[in-house]
């Protein structure tokens, strides 16, 4: 199973899921879902220690 999951700390924005099976059971996608919020908010913490905040002028950047 490839389990995505995006979001913010506030929660979920997105998830993307590929299975060679047909279905999942329920506590498969909650175990998932928490160990991919686990990840995630360390994932911004590590990311807010490096940067206090997103760019603000960030499409600006790439435009020429």
């Known amino acids: 199973m490839d389990?995505?999951?995006?979001?913010?700390?506030?929660?979920?924005?997105?998830?993307?899921?590929?299975?060679?099976?047909k279905g999942l059971p329920e506590d498969v996608i909650k175990r998932a879902i928490m160990q991919a919020r686990e990840a995630r908010l360390k994932i911004l913490d590590t990311m807010l220690s490096t940067i206090a905040e997103p760019k603000k002028n960030f499409q600006n950047m790439h435009q020429e």
Not at 11 to 21: H, L, P
């Open 3 to 21: 389990f995505k999951v995006a979001g913010t700390e506030k929660g979920i924005t997105a998830i993307q899921v590929d299975t060679k099976i």
